[in-house]
C-alpha cells in the first residue's frame, strides 16, 4: 500500500498545539501510535475512531517511520 501521509496528516498550529493530527479531526497521530504499541488491535483502535480507516492507521506508521529516518525525532538516554 502506497501511503501519502500528506493526504492524512496534517500539522497546524492552531489545532492540538500543533502535533500531527489526521486531517479533519483533532486525533493526534501520536495517539494511536500509543494504542498500537500498547497492543490494541487495529480493529479495536478503529471502532473508538470511526471517523478513521485503516489507511490512517498505514499513514501513522509511515508517518512514524518517515520521523526516524529524517532524524525528526528526541534520542532518549
Known sequence: ?????RD????????CHG???FKGTRIMVSLLLEMMEAGQAPKDILAGFPEL???????ALHFAAQAVD????????
Do not use: W
Request: aromatic content about 6%.
Open 1 to 5: 500500500m502506497d501511503i501519502n501521509t
Open 8 to 15: 492524512y496528516i496534517s500539522v497546524n498550529p492552531e489545532i
Open 19 to 21: 502535533k500531527p493530527c
Open 53 to 59: 480507516d485503516q489507511r490512517h492507521l498505514q499513514a
Open 70 to 77: 529524517s532524524g525528526l525525532f528526541t534520542p532518549t538516554a
